[in-house]
């Protein structure tokens, strides 16, 4: 028997219950029935899970991106991989087959290392959704360079975090990106960034935009005439199952960001595995997933999961309400979508839209579609099952994170009945728990908790590049034996998941995790502001905006309110971007702290809500009197 598809919720069980008993026969299974590799493992897994070591298919070896491609080119060389839809419409979408990908990532692996680039060497990726990105990353996988791709729409200064924090030898970026109506010029922002990272040598430049860029000597080269000169002919880097396979930055809730650290072989395994199961995917779907590659859904869900299943992935370069708030469902019906999957922050904006927009279009050859990010609301889950699915593809609302690497909850399309607002069950493999705050499990069903995971899945990331201290103290102290996942959730009567949301300082504003700290360090940066906090609060399409409380220096009249908001926002556009941006600020002469000085976000973030009922223990504040001055004034 195959563990590797699921093909009814009677086997769900079945195959949940052996990943349980027996994970090391039931990964082991999939592994050796769906990949390549050169050696097989010693051990499907060894942990431990109070230091945080956890290692798959240990000692075997593999090379991932040769399992995108080279593996299917003797089936599948003339089917396409990769659909690029350009952000102008008339601008002609390219389909790019296993075979032409395959040329192309061989010559990038290539130029990469003609350019100095060696195996475990971190390569900053720094582009706009164009198929140069897909190629750069899976070129550095076929060399064994680390990628760190950097969202092309972080500011200098988060770029230069980034590249700092990994050393990064390299940036791979383009002249500018296009999206919607603008252009950014991301030249221009790598080399402000660069200003403060010695580590980088080389700067391979992408043609898009023709946006005019200033080539630093002996730094800076345009990547077309490298890969004209280039050979297709490239052997691929035999990698350890626990070599790093790239980092990925996340919010922390305090200090810098975290560079999650993924691995070869258990990250292959796992997304692969996932990708087929919750969509349902079959030869010759058409899978489309919105998110940039800059996040992980965009690695795990438009990259790797799809490209080792040998499907055809569609990159999109624009945004969904370009040149008008069609532009979804017309690409769906373009290029006969049969799998969409987008983010609930998408949703409520074209739901909030005329229904025509996406009436006018077929949309017929979809069957699954798909929700990420965050909570997806109960309106937004029925809008999306009447007027996308048409109430016949089933909604798949995936619960997962950066950390996890690929999905961790959710329904298997055709196989797990859906309830709206429902991530549902644990995919196997995934022992997810509920975990009280004294650090007992709570068993049973119809109970509240904050959720946590038993076992190792295979695609959990490894550390955090450069501290392992830190990713043991905050996903594997809080409840030792257990990796946290900063979530609280609840249990319906049949054991059914409902993620309610973080329970740590991270707000998640259109999707977008944003830690708290970056961004009041960035408002403390204005002359003017002494201390501040932020908090998110309830927003019909972003899900979560982003409310400041600013304490000034100079107390008494506050003149002119309006430019220093403008100000305050600009400070944090430059220093994390403009998606952190505040909706409202509201000026305070305190914020409520207890007697160790850390803020009690949670009023402030019940007073931004307007919920005044109820602030449960206030005992531990220093300053009680400040929290009725904070919602008096409450904007
Ligand atoms: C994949 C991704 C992770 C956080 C996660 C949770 C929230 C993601 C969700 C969801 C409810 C869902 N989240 N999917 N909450 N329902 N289906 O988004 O990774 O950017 O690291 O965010 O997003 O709070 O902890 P990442």
Known sequence: MSYYKIQNFEQYFKHYNKSVREPRKFWGKIAEENFTWYQQWDKVVEFDMAEAEIKWFTEAKVNIAKNCIDRHLNKRGDKTAIIFEPNEPSEEALHISYNELHQRVCKMANVLREKGITKGDRVCIY????????????????????HSVVFAGFSASAVATRILDSECKMVITSDGGYRGNKTIELKEIIDEALEKCPSVEKVLVVKRTSTPVIMKEGRDIWLQPLLDEASDNSVAEIMDSEDPLFILYTSGSTGKPKGMVHTTAGYMVYTAYTFKNVFNYEENDIFWCT????????????????????????????????????????????HKITQFYTAPTAIRALAKENVDYVQKHHLNTLKVIGSVGEPINEEAWHWYNDHVGQKKCPVVDTWWQTETGGIMIAPIAFVTPTKPTYATLPLPGVQAVLMDDTGNEIEGN????????????????????????????????????????????????VGYYRITGRVDDIVIVSGHNLGTAPIEDAINEHPAVAESAIVGFPHDIKGNALYGYVILKETGE???????????????????????????????????????GKIMRRILRKIAEGDFSNFGDTSTLLNPEIVDEIKDNKL
């Open 127 to 146: 582009l706009p959704m164009i198929p140069e990105l897909a190629v750069s990353i899976l070129a550095c996988a076929r060399i064994g360079a680390i």
């Open 291 to 334: 998110a940039d590659i800059g996040w992980i859904t965009g690695h795990s869900y438009s990259l790797y999961g799809p490209l080792l299943n040998g499907a055809t992935t569609v990159i999109f370069e624009g945004v969904p309400s370009y040149p008008d708030f069609s532009r979804f469902w017309e690409i769906i019906e373009k």
């Open 446 to 493: 119809q109970v509240v908790g904050n959720l946590c995971i038993k076992f190792p899945w295979p695609g959990i990331a490894r550390t955090i590049w450069g501290n392992h201290q830190r990713y043991k103290d905050t996903y594997f102290s809080a409840f030792p034996g257990t990796y946290f996942t900063g979530d609280g959730a609840l249990r319906d009567e």
């Open 558 to 596: 506050i003149r002119n309110k309006e430019n220093l908001f403008k100000e305050i926002n600009q400070s944090i556009s430059d220093h994390v971007g403009p998606i952190a941006k505040l909706d409202k600020i509201q000026f305070v002469s305190g914020l409520p702290k207890t007697r160790s």
